[in-house]
């Protein structure tokens, strides 16, 4: 029933910005902390950012000041505003989300979610 779709995903140039999204349905999205990972080839899949579903957020440092987290809770969306972009950016991004006991908590180990979307590809080119 739970099903995460991304979409925003494509190649951009080296200092260039795009705008991720991640469109909940089947769970009660308020109530959820919900995260970006991303995975490049032969490496391992690594935290971007999350939110919590009281609107805590934490950034991986590979991305603070660069990426932004946010989410549309009418809209069952959370956004993921990247801005700066460089080539070791380039990854899968995948969104994942998990059920939370208290507003404010959230996770940044993929280990503690247990839905996750099917990826977007981000390239950013030199």
């Known amino acids: 029933q739970v099903q995460l779709v991304e979409s925003g995903g494509g190649l951009v140039q080296a200092g260039g910005s795009l705008r991720l999204s991640c469109a909940a349905s089947?769970?009660?999205?308020?109530?959820?902390?919900m995260g970006w990972f991303r995975q490049a080839p032969g490496k391992e899949r690594e935290f971007v950012a999350a939110i919590s579903w009281y609107g805590n957020t934490v950034y991986a440092d590979s991305v603070k000041g660069r990426f932004t987290i946010s989410r549309d809770t009418a809209k069952n969306t959370v956004f993921l505003q990247m801005n700066s972009l460089k080539p070791e950016d380039t990854a899968v991004y995948l969104c994942a989300a998990d059920r939370t006991s208290s507003r404010g908590a959230y996770y940044t180990t993929s280990s503690k979610y247990n839905y996750w979307g099917q990826g977007t590809q981000v390239t950013v080119s030199s």
């Open positions: 089947g769970l009660s999205f308020s109530t959820y902390a």
